[in-house]
């Protein structure tokens, strides 16, 4: 399995700043996700990050509120713009997939906004 | 559309007992494979198993056991005598080859006290 890290490991920020997070697989890799778990919630796909495109959105979000770019096949990062109290959750950036790999998640970014 | 039903929202045990977790899953591919994740208090999600749809032996690997039938739609995990480091909460997930995501479960907190 793929040795994935995320920056921050947390982070309290005040409403209406962005922050970026950052993902670092130590393989490169086809397929990098992001999800968001808010509070004693399960866990949400917001996108999947391509190589030299643009992101594939979910339902419900959208690339002004989370930006994501993939550089290269073992980086990505997730901004989380404009932040509300809402967007407190944590994010994962996870790599696989594809219905056959399994999908490894990386430690996770715990963010507070206040 | 995929979903996954975990109906045990909150489990406790005292250490040494046997605990099951029960998990059925929805999909309308033929082809699909299940997984169960753990995350600890610490946030990070760590990967227990993957089955696929073709494959209904059961598993077990130390104290866990899984057991998967197609039948009743249903892919559970058993914990043998449980030890206070099992607490966590226990995410099932499927995923199939028509789809990228995969659609998690609301997650079982299991609790297990000294």
């Known amino acids: 399995s793929a040795v994935i890290s995320q920056k921050p490991s947390r982070d309290i920020c005040q409403r209406g700043t962005s922050l970026t997070i950052q993902c670092q697989v130590d393989?490169?890799?086809?397929?990098m996700f992001w999800y968001r778990q808010q509070p004693g919630q399960s866990l949400t796909l917001i996108a999947t990050a391509n190589q030299g495109s643009e992101a594939t959105y979910e339902s419900g979000f959208v690339i002004d509120k989370f930006p994501i770019s993939r550089p290269n096949l073992t980086f990505s990062t997730l901004t989380v713009s404009n932040m509300s109290p809402e967007d407190s959750s944590i994010y994962l950036c996870?790599?696989?997939?594809?219905?056959?790999?399994?999908?490894?998640f990386g430690p996770g970014t715990r963010l507070l906004v206040l | 559309a995929q979903k996954v039903t975990q109906a045990q929202t909150e489990i406790s045990v005292v250490e040494k007992e046997d605990v099951t977790l029960d998990c059925v899953y929805e999909?309308?591919?033929?082809?699909?494979?299940l997984f169960w994740y753990k995350q600890p208090p610490s946030g990070e999600l760590v990967f227990l198993i993957r089955r696929n749809s073709f494959d209904e032996q059961n598993e077990i690997s130390g104290r866990y056991s899984w057991n998967f039938q197609k039948s009743t739609s249903s892919f559970n995990f058993t914990i043998t005598a449980s030890q206070v480091v099992d607490s966590a909460v226990y995410f099932c997930a499927v995923t199939s080859g028509s789809a990228r995501q995969l659609t998690f479960g609301s997650g079982t907190q299991l609790t297990v006290l000294p």
């Open positions: 999909t309308r591919d033929t082809t699909y494979y």
């Open positions: 393989s490169q890799v086809t397929m």
């Open positions: 996870s790599v696989g997939g594809q219905g056959r790999e399994t999908q490894y």
